[in-house]
Each structure stands twice: as C-alpha cells, then as structure tokens.
C-alpha cells in the first residue's frame, strides 16, 4: 500500500462522493492497494485559514493515511480549520466525520439533494490524528 496525490485522486474522490466529477482547483492525497485508489481526500476552496475536504473510502485507512491528510492542511498549508460539507441523506460519511474528531457546526436548509448540506468542522487544536507518529 503506499501514498499517491494528484488530479485522479481528485477525480476519484469526487466519483466516489457522487460531487459531479470535480471540485474544481483542488488537491488529492490518496491511498492505494494494487494500483487502485482505496482511499481518498481532495482538499478545495483554500483561502489562507480554511479549505474544504473531501474524503471517501473504499477500504481501510491506515495510521499513516490519517496523518497524513490532517498534517497536510494543518502543517503544510497551514489553516487554522478544515470544513467538511456532507449531504443530509449520506449516513456514512456524517459517521466517519464524527468519528474522525470533525464537529456538526450547522446544517444549510435543503441544500443538498438529500435534504440539508451538514457542515462539519475540525480545529488544529482539535485533531488527533496530528499527535500520532507515521
């Protein structure tokens, strides 16, 4: 298994999120088993203190994975947040991000085609994925 990043990472994510294929100028970070992605995030709307992420899942993610996709908005670009956007209807996803440390902020009422987009956040301060090792 081993780390890949780059525009297929991105377009696998969206793919996988059901995002209409795009998120227009974004970043991926993936994880790949066999030469397929198992495991992305694809990192949007930077504006010096917040960018939006995207995460989907075909497999598991390792130790190494979750470090790595939080040390790269916190450490490498430096926000202060990372702000997930989850459609009401996808269970799934507004589990992981619960269970990722993300925090329920506000809902957008029927934003989303399922009902409300969920808007979850994560502080620096927050996230314990940055104090594990590699």
């Keep these: 298994m081993s780390l890949v990043v780059g525009d297929a990472v ?5 793919q996988q999120t059901s995002e209409f294929g795009n998120f227009g100028c974004a970043a991926g970070i993936g994880w790949e ?8 995030v694809a990192y949007n709307d930077f504006n010096g203190v917040n960018c939006c992420t ?15 996709i ?12 990372i702000t997930g956007l989850v459609g009401e209807g996808n269970h799934k ?4 991000c619960l269970k990722l440390g993300f925090t329920e902020e506000t ?12 808007v979850f956040r994560m502080r620096r301060n ?5 104090g594990m090792k590699k």
Excluded at 54 to 68: D, K, Q, V, Y
Excluded at 70 to 76: E, L, R, S
């Design 10 to 14: 991105v377009q696998w994510v969206a």
């Design 54 to 68: 995207h995460i989907a899942l075909a497999g598991a993610m390792s130790r190494e994975f979750l470090w790595t």
């Design 70 to 81: 939080f040390d790269y908005p916190f450490n490498q670009m430096k926000v202060n947040r």
């Design 126 to 130: 927050e996230c314990k994925w940055l």
């Design 93 to 96: 996803s507004r589990n992981l």
């Design 107 to 118: 809902r957008l009422d029927g934003a989303h085609p399922t009902g409300d987009l969920v």
């Design 33 to 40: 088993r066999g030469g397929q992605i198992v495991a992305g």
